[in-house]
């Protein structure tokens, strides 16, 4: 998605809770001739949205696209799901989607 959105010209924020994977996959775009970045974010942590968020409009002068595709599993049966591991799931999964949803929205 974010090479076809970069093909089309747009300039591409690559967001990862693991800065090394979001920094190799913007220095793939930039290696075929396209605009991509990186930032590192947990999108189930409100402040860290933010700041992404505040970053990409200072970096582009606003968000015209939001791709929200970040997002957990777990290996386990749902009987032998933790409670923690049910909370990061629902943190990710869900909350992620609507922090970066609303934080876009206010830009």
């Known amino acids: 998605m ?4 970069a093909e089309a010209g747009a ?3 690559i967001a990862d809770i693991r800065h090394d994977l979001a920094s190799e996959a913007a220095g793939e775009l930039r290696d075929s001739g396209l605009s991509a970045d990186a930032i590192a974010v947990d999108v189930s942590n409100a402040g860290q949205v933010q700041q992404m968020m505040a970053s990409v409009v200072e970096a582009h002068g606003g968000v015209d696209i939001l791709v929200n595709n970040a997002g957990i599993g777990q290996s386990s049966t749902l009987l032998k799901t933790s409670e923690q591991e ?4 629902m943190g990710v999964n869900l909350k992620g989607t609507f ?3 609303r934080a876009a929205e206010a830009k």
């Not at 974010?2 to 959105?5: D, H, M, N, Q, W």
């Open 99 to 101: 922090l970066c949803w």
């Open 2 to 5: 974010a090479t076809s959105l």
């Open 11 to 13: 300039s591409v924020t």
């Open 86 to 89: 049910w909370d990061a799931l």
